[in-house]
């Protein structure tokens, strides 16, 4: 303390300063004038200052850096030390990760590699403790986390707080194994969507910070009215800023976050995390350090964390110098007082955590031919899935023409389980797609028009798991994933070229390109969204909370 | 969390429903309309309700209740529990309390009695540790807090934070006390007058938290863009509304608090405390949910205290039920769940402290008519004194005419020392004034035109001190402080009552007035407020930092 006063006094030469520069000042909404004195970690003050180090500001704009408050770094399908070596430069030195997925793979192991795998990286990273694993009990997912684990491993790991809460029918209801695990965090985040009214009061009643999952602006109003901090979230599948700003004014700003959620590498390259969304919500109308604001300030505030997220006197020196007012082009990034990104570039290493145990986790009993050939029915129900949404609908199919088959075949205890159901609106033809992310239990998802492309696609996967693409008998697209089945161990650039190979070998294949087929896969196990959903044990109506068939 | 979820669901009757109210919606900014449900100490939410007791809401507002960020019990001279039996009724169920007087009177003691005396009662009393016992090396208290027993009784008691650092100096020189005080405590109150640029950056790295002593709208949005929360005081004798609220938009809103400070017992009674602030700063042109949401949620959020502050789920139920939505006239008070106040009367009862460890604090040396005797030189620095401010001048004079003489005498240690000067302004006649209230040391002030009445209104403070008034040798008004000098232990209305006749007996006297004499007088020992002022060793300017005689 006594250094940092001596500096802001002008006693003692800061270490850095940045000269003659425009600040943003979230706390008055405007912009000031001056030099930025950064001393140790931390910022000794805007004023007149001196430094060892001096970096010309002038026509520049100094700002805190942004925070991401919700995102899953599995969904980026690159390991986290990759992703933070991309998402630094771009302006991110704050965000609260959930391992869910991995969680769901490999429980326990699975958050120590993504811990692991972050460490020394100049970024906040905050671990959330995922809340629902499997997410139903009709699940079969690689582990089981009940009440006493999450308290055990959040304690042991020192994670930050309770990941999204998707179970709201378990909070409502008062199951005991929920209740218990939301009295033992203080911070937890909520999943919500379209939750109103009674329902609603009594979800945050389980001590509830945030919801992500606001589809309009009256959702929002509402859920900020009851307390709720709202996330704004733009990913690379659920863009819903456009819609939600609508909901911000000037009396209820403090209560809005930015999120991703789930972000493609491609999408954070060419566009960035949270300053992509400050741009988006300076497009929508809002004022650019009102944006700025959202995603620094506000996210600090929301979680409690002191001293965060403003260029201020003692504050933590976060923060971004860039040429425009809305981090375009952001020419430096500081994280606790040090340069870690300039000009877009990483100035820092990674010391990536072991992959190891992480590999071969598809562990499935052999898959022949006749597994995967199902008998249709006239009039059987089958899933109808369309472009921009992962929700489907239930529909009886009088023949089977133009469905696809697809097939969810558990691949974490070698069971042999495997779900089947015909699908209406892939019109995939001559081939086959299987893959090893399928949200929340990451079976194997496969779907094709007949056994044989299907049968080639699973074996492709081999033990490490991926996206596969077969074509007339012919493996002709892979992106090994072979860390849990979920992220590649390659590196960033590396991954987006064998990504840019698979998508060009999609573009090859026979389907309805309205839809993005791997995108949309990952989505069709997941039963907690409407309504026909595919797991291992069958075709489930997520409405009637039951399977519609068994098998 | 299991029965207020219930509640929340409907399942389960509330404890209480508020029916068909409007409801204050402090996050958007706005009323919402419906019923407000209430569960053991908590709000389940607002929706439709029925409850094991319901009142009607129809035509009524609610509206969180109020939090007071930084006052001194001493100030209003009744004690803590009888302070606490008017405010609550009037809106307040959370302030601040710095026991700064009576700890430079009594020590630990002092601050023991305080939090003795509050127990049980329905209000969240935070104690700030008072930071600066003396305030200034030159003082002579009842004692001396170093950081060490700064940091024991903080512990001991469990209290807030470190009360208003007024030692500026002290901060931005880094003497080692200070800044061993500092950084001890997660939360510190500010005080800095007229402190800008590069030193109110240097302050600021103290890691303090709020201001109350802004004296533009300029220093307050300075303030605020430097992380400040600014408290909008308005006090008895300091009323900054008026003037701090221009600062105030609808960007930095989040930033702005409410606190009184010093507020007599006439405005107590009369006026409130936060909900006239709120009542002022609407007439000032603020919208009414604006200054209700500085009086509460951005209080609670400036401290980090969760769930407090709004009427949402979850939320503590600490409401007003008000017949308009300034809390005019408010109905109920509800505090953690329960009415606590009905139309201005408490529902509750006190079980006051002992006073008796507090009791006969006055310990002098017997003083004798020459003590109150002073050489007048031609020409010698005395005390000019203004209305409505405590600011004073140093001037030369040239003749006694018209002068008072004014005495510091130092009173915990009966060490024999006074100190003397003369005093232009007061211009009273026949008689003397003599207190035990003196900040912040509380040594007795006496002031007068004649020694045998200056003797006569010493002695008539006795053991216990309090004020007194003197008129041509007869002792005409006294109002006993008990409490270590400084508060009576009568209940409120006998205060008022014996406080009404001293304001009589005042009116009968001859003297300026233009001022208010106790006020004045109590702060004329203050050598941290420019310029002339006197403690007991004799007269000092501030300015100078140095005596300008001794004796």
Redesign the interface.
């Known amino acids: 303390?006594?250094k940092?006063?001596?500096?802001?006094?002008?006693r003692v030469k800061a270490d850095t300063v940045i000269k003659n520069t425009t600040v943003v000042?979230v706390?008055?909404?405007?912009y000031?004038k001056g030099d930025v004195?950064v001393c140790g970690d931390?910022i000794?003050?805007?004023?007149?200052?001196s430094g060892d180090t001096e970096i010309d500001g002038s026509g520049k704009y100094v700002m805190p850096s942004f925070y991401d408050t919700h995102m899953h770094f599995e969904s980026v399908m690159i390991r986290p030390s990759e992703y933070l070596k991309l998402a630094v430069p771009r302006g991110v030195t704050a965000l609260n990760a959930d391992p869910h997925e991995i969680a769901n793979v490999c429980g326990e192991k699975g958050i120590k590699f993504m811990l692991e795998d972050v460490k020394g990286i100049p970024c906040d990273v905050h671990f959330m403790m995922p809340s629902c694993v499997p997410s139903t009990p009709e699940d079969k997912a690689g582990c089981v986390l009940g009440a006493s684990d999450v308290k055990r491993i959040s304690e042991k790991y020192g994670l930050f707080g309770l990941g999204e809460m998707m179970n709201f029918p378990g909070?409502?209801n008062?199951v005991p194994d929920v209740?218990e695990k939301?009295?033992a965090f203080?911070i937890t985040d909520g999943h919500a969507p379209s939750v109103y009214?009674?329902?609603?009061?009594?979800y945050?009643?389980?001590?509830i910070l945030t919801d992500h999952e606001c589809e309009t602006a009256e959702e929002a109003?509402e859920k900020?009215?009851?307390?709720m901090y709202v996330m704004i979230r733009e990913g690379s599948q659920t863009k819903n800023l456009r819609t939600i700003i609508k909901a911000a004014?000037?009396?209820?700003l403090?209560?809005f976050l930015f999120c991703t959620d789930d972000r493609n590498v491609e999408d954070l390259c060419e566009l960035g995390t949270v300053g992509n969304a400050v741009r988006l919500a300076v497009e929508c109308g809002m004022d650019p350090?009102?944006a700025i604001t959202v995603a620094s300030l506000n996210a600090f505030?929301a979680y409690?964390i002191?001293?965060h997220g403003?260029i201020?006197?003692?504050?933590s020196a976060d923060l971004l110098i860039c040429a425009d007012n809305v981090a375009r082009e952001i020419e430096y990034v500081f994280y606790q007082g040090r340069p870690v990104a300039k000009n877009g570039k990483p100035l820092f290493g990674v010391t990536p955590a072991d992959t190891s145990p992480l590999r071969g986790s598809v562990n499935i009993k052999p898959v022949k031919l006749g597994d995967l050939d199902f008998e249709f029915k006239k009039g059987m129900p089958v899933m109808r899935v369309f472009p921009n949404t992962v929700v489907t609908e239930t529909v009886r199919a009088e023949s089977k023409d133009g469905l696809n088959l697809m097939c969810c075949i558990e691949r974490h205890g070698a069971s042999g389980m495997i779900g089947h159901c015909y699908v209406d609106g892939f019109a995939l033809k001559n081939g086959a797609i299987a893959q090893t992310v399928g949200h929340d239990a990451h079976n194997i998802t496969v779907l094709g028009d007949n056994a044989e492309d299907m049968l080639t696609a699973v074996n492709g996967l081999d033990k490490d798991g991926g996206l596969v693409l077969v074509k007339n008998g012919k493996l002709i697209g892979r992106l090994q994933l072979e860390i849990a089945g979920l992220m590649t161990e390659a590196p960033a650039d590396k991954a987006l070229k064998v990504r840019a190979e698979l998508f060009k070998a999609l573009s090859e294949m026979d389907y309805n390109k309205n839809i993005e087929p791997f995108m949309l896969l990952s989505f069709m196990t997941l039963i907690v969204i409407p309504d026909a959903k595919l797991n291992h044990k069958g075709l489930f109506s997520v409405k009637d909370w039951d399977y519609l068939y068994r098998g």
């Open positions: 303390m006594k940092l006063i001596d500096v802001a006094m002008g000042d706390f008055n909404g405007g000031i004195a931390k000794a003050g805007v004023g007149e200052y909070v409502v008062c209740i939301l009295e203080e009214g009674n329902a609603l009061n009594a945050l009643c389980g001590n109003r900020i009215s009851k307390g004014d000037k009396k209820n403090r209560r350090v009102d505030e409690g002191k001293n403003a201020a006197p003692g504050y």
